[in-house]
């Protein structure tokens, strides 16, 4: 028999019930037992449709109020001592003041929160691996002391084997853990703190062992890094310390191929390994070759981080080699934790046929592997069903117009090789632009987004739901913008936005508009804590049928004779926040976006609009996990990112604007982008990061981040002039512009004015 498990199924659910539970519980609507019951609902639900689906285990460790690493700081007992918690708060308080911070700080808009006045900031966020979920950062000083501190996990495990489930329990390993961790003092390894942590771990092994749980999956991601030798060294001394907790343990590793770290993974001394055989098929053999005859192999193929279809005949070829080597010690799974995929494709009922036999979400994909299995144990006639839909829907992706447009191959083929370049250098076009926009010295400006308020959204929701026509809701975002333009000009900033009021998201606006993408209606993946977002899908080639933002724009400009700056998200975002195709390479398909973004530029030239802003705050987040692959990806990324912005005539001002911090491993990179004016997040570290822009000698205009948008704490004048003298001392003056780090679209309006009219007089008093 092969045996069958997922590494993780998304906790949000089907209808976000965890989302709307979590924001009642913190806006006081409902008690900690009414959030605990949907919790355990919705693990109920999960590990039912597990079993549904054939799977030999469900999982259990999955599960979180808020993140799984966060969830691993309490079990591990290792919250921060600056928190200061006494013994009577109680467990789940603790949990959210780590997540959120005391200043109820719910919504954020990129990673991470701020320091403020009270000393109880949340733990930092920072993206997961190269996906777009978000983890809390756990932090290490030489005194971070581990504890087994959480009873969470057993009862979860208690619960699902009360259920008469059979359980696989998962945790993060010790090394991931440790690695993705942040020291918080210098001079000091966290490597150093293994020695403390593995007792824990071992504590918790024997007690799932005394549970009754058979096999602990513990997820070495990291494997699939560039890792410091320590780091590697230290794995072999560690798994063996585990291993005599005698539990079987199953190595899990994903999002990559192991690479240097092969032989060293195949030789743990650890009863199963888990690998990534959609991203990395190559390395199945080699790790075969190496594995002992007593482990299993869990082959990941089933793609966890994409909502395609699987070729189910391809698969069972695939595995039907690796079969025929270990037996039944083939194991199968999806490549990863299914958390970055959306709950359930039944729940979709706007989608047209075609496109929705195309798909699998969550859901869908555990049915996979359980056809998978029925073919493998008994026969493909025994799975006809799913084996002839999996090949029928093959055959018409790959043969649909719909996914193919020679308009866009031509035009592809007969690009320019010089169409990423802007028609002069930069030192030209920031005389002429000087010239045509008269700004003052330290000009003002905002990153895209006004508040998106329960109004806005409401209007749009009643919108969707044909409550409210389109004129009424053209009419009533117009308002918006209308009111957000009023304000900016009251404030004095010196270029305006109209303020996004009509996106629901930055990308998946774009999506809904281009040719080549469809988009779902309840498609949720969670991005961090309660907040989702809803990729948008690219099934085809891309192009853009009409004019996405120019009226909208024009509407704004009209209000104003200042410069009303245009706002649209880059190539390589709209790519990294979309599920994309896995039929031609990715570089293919942002270049195809670039083309569709390249003609917006142009009409909003056209439409007179004179400074447009390209957002791309996924360039870093794209890039991939194995530093060998930078070089070819900043390449393809950078030129998609320039034929984008290269359309437009001298006199148009290019920005472009990237949070997420960390740019100076890749700052040659991000000068060649060539963008006239850059805004990035730095007001979080002091502007250090610009730093790396001064020692450059970056050669175009600078907007650093002057406040962090994640905290509603209003920034003191003061505070502003100094971080604008400190980014003085590193970047000429005459270059610099005054921004705060990121969109305003999850502040109120009463915090955003007073912080913005306090940067205005910052910027005035530098003047
Ligand atoms: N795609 C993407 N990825 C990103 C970011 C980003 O901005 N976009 N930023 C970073 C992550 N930051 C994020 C910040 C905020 C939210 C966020 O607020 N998400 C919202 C959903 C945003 C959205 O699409 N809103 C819809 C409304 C969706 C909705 O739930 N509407 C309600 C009704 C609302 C009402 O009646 O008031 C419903 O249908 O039930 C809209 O504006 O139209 C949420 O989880 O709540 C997500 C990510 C990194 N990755
Ligand atoms: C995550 S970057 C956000 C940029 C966008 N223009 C905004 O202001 O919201
Ligand atoms: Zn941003």
Redesign the pocket.
């Known amino acids: 028999m092969t045996t069958i498990h997922s590494l993780g199924f998304p906790r949000i659910g089907k209808n ?1 019930e965890l ?1 709307f539970a979590l924001e009642q519980y913190w806006r006081g609507e409902i008690n900690a037992e009414s959030l605990e019951a949907t919790g355990q609902e919705l693990r109920v639900q999960h590990w039912q449709i597990q079993k549904n689906a054939g799977l030999d285990y469900v999982s259990v460790g999955d599960f979180a109020y808020y993140d799984q690493m966060l969830n691993h700081i309490q079990l591990l007992g290792c919250e921060p001592n600056r928190f200061d918690f006494t013994e009577q708060v109680p467990e789940l308080n603790r949990y959210f003041t780590l997540a959120r911070g005391v200043a109820n700080e719910a ?5 991470g929160h701020t320091p403020d006045n009270q000393g109880t900031w949340a733990l930092e966020m920072t ?1 997961w691996f190269d996906t ?1 979920y ?1 983890y809390l950062v756990p932090e290490f000083t030489a005194d971070t002391h581990f504890k087994l501190n959480s009873s969470r996990l057993f009862d979860e495990v208690a619960e699902a084997q009360a259920l008469g489930h059979k359980v696989k329990a998962s945790l993060i390993g010790p090394l991931t853990f440790l690695y993705l961790g942040k020291e918080k003092t210098a001079s000091f390894d966290r490597l150093d703190l293994m020695e403390q942590l593995i007792p824990v771990y071992g504590e918790i092994l024997f007690k799932l062992k005394k549970m009754g749980v058979e096999w602990v999956q513990i997820d070495e991601p990291i494997l699939c890094l560039d890792l410091p030798v320590e780091w590697k060294a230290a794995y072999e001394p560690v798994y063996n310390r585990l291993n005599a907790a005698g539990i079987k343990l199953l190595l899990a590793t994903y999002f990559g191929a192991l690479e240097d770290n092969l032989v060293l993974t195949c030789n743990l001394p650890v009863a199963g390994l888990h690998i990534d055989a959609v991203r990395a098929s190559q390395q199945i053999n080699h790790v075969i070759d190496r594995l002992a005859h007593y482990k299993v192999l869990s082959l990941g193929v089933i793609d966890g981080r994409n909502i395609w279809r699987a070729d189910l005949d391809q698969a069972l070829a695939a595995v039907e080699i690796a079969r025929a080597r270990l037996g039944e010690r083939l194991w199968l799974a999806p490549s990863c934790s299914l958390q970055h995929v959306p709950v359930d494709l039944s729940a979709e009922t706007a989608l047209d046929d075609e496109l929705r036999s195309w798909l699998a979400f969550a859901v869908q994909k555990l049915e996979e592997l359980g056809a998978l299995k029925v073919a493998i144990d008994q026969s493909v006639a025994s799975a006809e069903h799913a084996f002839s839909a999996s090949r029928t829907a093959a055959t018409s992706r790959r043969q649909s117009t719909r996914v193919h447009n020679s308009d866009v191959t031509d035009r592809i083929a007969s690009l320019p090789t010089d169409a990423d370049q802007r028609r002069s250098h930069f030192k030209n076009r920031q005389i002429l632009q000087r010239s045509r926009f008269k700004l003052p010295l330290f000009p003002t400006t905002s990153i895209g987004s006004f508040p ?1 308020t ?1 109004e ?3 209007a ?3 919108y ?1 739901r044909n409550e409210l026509t389109a004129d009424g809701y053209t009419k009533a975002m117009q308002a918006e913008i209308e009111l957000s333009v009023n304000k900016q000009i009251q404030l004095g900033l010196d270029v305006l936005v109209h303020g996004e009021a009509e ?6 606006y774009f999506g809904e508009q281009l040719d080549g993408f469809a988009f779902t209606q309840n498609g ?1 993946v969670q ?2 804590g ?6 948008p899908i690219i099934f085809g080639d891309v192009s853009r049928p009409k004019a996405m933002t120019v009226t909208w724009t024009s509407f704004a400009q009209s209000l104003t004779s200042q410069p009303m700056k245009g706002m649209l998200t880059g190539p390589v975002t709209i790519l990294q ?1 979309s599920f994309v195709r896995n039929d031609q390479p990715r570089s293919s398909t942002a270049l195809q976006i670039a083309l569709a973004i390249r003609d917006e530029v142009v009409d909003l030239e056209q439409a007179n609009i004179g400074i447009i802003q390209i957002d791309e ?2 360039i870093r987040e794209g890039l991939p996990l194995r530093r060998a692959d930078w070089k070819a990806y900043l390449a393809w990324a950078g030129r998609a990112f320039r034929i984008s912005a290269s359309g437009v005539s001298d006199e148009t001002q290019i920005h472009t604007h990237m ?2 911090s960390e740019f100076n491993d890749i700052l040659p990179a991000i000068a060649s982008l060539d963008a006239d004016v850059i805004t990035i997040e730095t007001s979080r570290s002091d502007m250090e990061l610009l730093r790396g822009f001064g020692d450059f000698n970056y050669p175009n205009e600078i907007g650093p981040g002057v406040y962090d948008i994640h905290s509603p704490r209003i920034p003191t004048t003061e505070e502003m002039v100094r971080l604008l003298k400190k980014a003085a001392e590193v970047i000429p003056a005459e270059n610099l512009w005054v921004n705060p780090d990121c ?1 305003l ?2 502040r109120g309006w009463p915090e955003t004015e007073a912080a913005l009219a306090n940067m205005v007089a910052a910027a005035k008093a530098l003047r």
């Open positions: 976000r989302k919504a954020s808009c990129c990673s993206k777009n978000h998106q329960k806005i959204r409401a749009r929701a009643a969707k996106r629901n998201d930055m990308v998946e949720w991005s961090y309660s907040r989702c977002v809803k990729p926040w705050p996924a949070c997420y969109g679209k999850t």
